[in-house]
């Protein structure tokens, strides 16, 4: 009997050796980040960091003074909710009839387009968006965050729409209720931890992805991830404003997963039970 309590005891250290350590390693980068944003320009780049150094908001007033931070934010809010509105009225409708339908080649399709690399959509984005004038413009940027916000969207809702049973909506169309009043009154309410899950999700692949907004946008639709890449020049690396700006950036997904932390989290164990 002491022998298995003094197991179990083992087995519980290592498990929380084990998981500080994974929680460690994930989270030391973000505190790096969030040091680094108070330290004046001499201690910023110091390795190791000098803990004791005094704090200090002159990184944060650098990146404000540079000029441009105010506009990107409004580039990516705008970006973000104009993909997650598009997304949801193109993918929920999509991946409820695939659902319903079983259309198991649907199926297949749509996860092969997920394996495709981001980047090799990135030529003939840009060659399209030149012709059509949608380059350096919100439409070519949310068109191209569509691109693998709708299939993902499409996969990931598909169990949350089984998972409906179809009595459900049966007795709604004896009741005299349509299709699209069914679907939208019944269905949609019920799925609503998997809409929130597939938004959470979404909004911190919009907000902050990269590449396509690097390459399809200009001057007049920079995002945020594009202006904080502006610090790093080839010359001379500015660790202090590039961590206040990170930071900065980093605040909008922190506060809109906490908010719906309840349903993602919800969403995310029923993804990992299907």
């Known amino acids: 009997m002491m022998a298995d309590q003094t197991i179990q005891k083992i087995n519980r250290l290592l498990f929380y050796a ?11 980068p973000f505190m790096w980040v969030a040091f680094t944003a108070f330290q004046d320009a001499v201690n910023a780049g110091a390795v190791p960091p ?8 002159d990184n944060f007033r ?17 970006v973000v909710a104009l993909t997650l509105t598009a997304n949801l009225i193109v993918s929920l409708p999509a991946a409820y009839v695939i659902a319903r339908n079983r259309q198991n080649w649907m199926m297949f399709l749509i996860l092969f387009m997920q394996m495709a690399p981001w980047i090799t959509l990135l030529l003939p984005w840009y060659i399209i968006f030149k012709k059509l004038g949608l380059y350096d413009t919100y439409i070519g940027l949310v068109l191209s965050n569509l691109t693998f916000m709708i299939p993902f969207t499409i996969w990931l809702m598909l169990g949350f729409f089984e998972d409906v049973p179809v009595e459900v909506e049966e007795a709604a169309w004896l009741d005299g209720c349509s299709h699209l009043g069914t679907f939208v009154r019944i269905v949609v309410p019920l799925v609503k931890g998997g809409i929130i899950t597939i938004t959470t999700l979404g909004f911190m692949f919009c907000w ?7 390459v399809l946008s200009g001057y007049g639709t920079k995002t945020l991830p594009v202006f904080v890449y502006g610090f790093m020049d080839d010359n001379q690396l500015d660790f202090g404003p590039l961590a206040a700006a990170s930071l900065l950036t980093m605040l909008p997904v922190i506060i809109f997963v906490l908010i719906n ?14």
């Open 208 to 214: 902050n992805i990269f590449l396509f907004p690097l």
């Open 50 to 57: 000098d803990l004791l150094a005094p704090p200090t908001l």
């Open 261 to 274: 932390q309840k349903y993602f989290r919800q969403g995310i164990a029923f993804g990992g039970g299907k």
């Open 18 to 28: 084990i998981l500080i350590f994974i929680v460690t390693v994930f989270f030391f």
């Open 62 to 78: 650098q990146v404000f003074e540079e000029g441009g931070f105010i506009s990107c934010m409004i580039n990516s809010t705008i």
